[in-house]
Structures are given as C-alpha cells and as structure tokens.
C-alpha cells in the first residue's frame, strides 16, 4: 500500500517511528514532512499528505500533531479528502467501514506508539462496507462539490 504521511513538530516523532514500521512492513510511505520537533504550522504538510491520497498518488494518509485535531481539519480542506480523528481503535474501524475515510489523523500528544501502530493497523486494514454508507458518503461529498 502507499501511504502519504505529515506532521507538524508535535507530531514529528511518532511519524518517524510510523514510517519506520510501516516501510519495515512493506508500504511505500511517502513522507510529507516536516523533518524535525522545530515548531512549524501544520496546515501546509498535512494539505500535501491529502492532496496526495486525492491526487491517486498514495491510497491513504495519515496526519499527525499534538492533538490531531487541526491537522485533521486542514486535510479536510483538500476536495476529496475524508480525514478522520481517530484516537481509538472503535473510531478508526467506523472512519473506514463506514465513512471511507481516506485519512488518518492522530494526535501524538493522546496516543503513545503502541496504541498508535493498532490505529494504523486496523484503519489500513478495515474496507468501507459501502451499502447504506455509500450513501451518506455519497451526500457529504455533494455538500463539499457546492463549494
């Protein structure tokens, strides 16, 4: 699977330990950035990481920082882009099953690694049950196309 990956500073050492285990895994992970705990703004990295899942470049995203919580709202920017908070394992299963979510977003301030690599795991690994869901999907999307 290729997977696009951001962070912001907050974030920068569980993405490290993320990239690392998934590229040990098989995945092609592209790393958005940023490269280093200086404080940086979060919103221009996690744009690339869903530009990349939208623009069919990677197959999913995941974003990281503090809570998760901005960085989750700047990859929802990006047309396309169903970036879902997801620090437990219940919502990150319904975020794919149910709401094709295509990006991860994590805070790194709430989750420890361990916690964090069951996440990853089970969003990459959960399909969308499409059905009644295809539906819904299907309306948020028509929300996002007015602009």
């Known amino acids: 699977m290729r997977i696009a990956i951001a962070s912001d500073h907050a974030g920068y050492e569980l993405k490290s330990h993320l990239v690392a285990l998934l590229s040990s895994q098989g995945h092609d992970v592209v790393d958005h950035g940023t490269d280093s705990t200086e404080s940086v703004d979060y919103p221009e990295y996690c744009a690339a990481a869903a530009r990349a899942v939208t623009a069919s470049q990677a197959d999913l995203g995941i974003v990281l920082g503090g809570s998760g919580q901005g960085e989750q709202l700047a990859a929802n920017k990006v047309r396309g882009a169903r970036a879902a908070l997801c620090n437990d394992l219940y919502t990150a299963r319904m975020a794919r099953a149910h709401n094709d979510a295509n990006v991860l977003s994590m805070g790194a301030r709430v989750v420890g690694e361990g916690l964090a690599e069951e996440i990853v795991a089970l ?23 007015e602009g």
Do not use: K, N, P
């Open 123 to 145: 969003f990459l690994e959960t399909g969308f049950d499409g059905g009644r869901h295809q539906r819904r999907v299907d309306q948020v999307m028509a929300i996002e196309a």
